[in-house]
């Protein structure tokens, strides 16, 4: 359930970040570029690390859990 959550978490985070660009785009168009290095773009990265912990937390109990499945078979086959 947990990498699930922060994989939804990081495209929430994601897609609030580059929605937010727009009304301040109209805003304050001189004043973009602070904006977005010093808020969006941290915020696209925190975001896609936060994609990429719960891919590699899937992956990882996906992994397990057929590695459990694996080690069941042998041990009703002896």
Known sequence: MMPKIL????????????VSL??????????????????????ILISMTTIGVGILLNSMRAKKKANNNKQETINKEQ
């Open 7 to 18: 994989i939804i978490t990081g495209f929430l985070i994601l897609v609030g970040s580059v």
């Open 22 to 43: 727009f009304p301040i785009a109209k805003i304050a168009m001189g004043n973009l570029d602070y904006y977005f290095f010093f808020i969006v773009f941290p915020l």
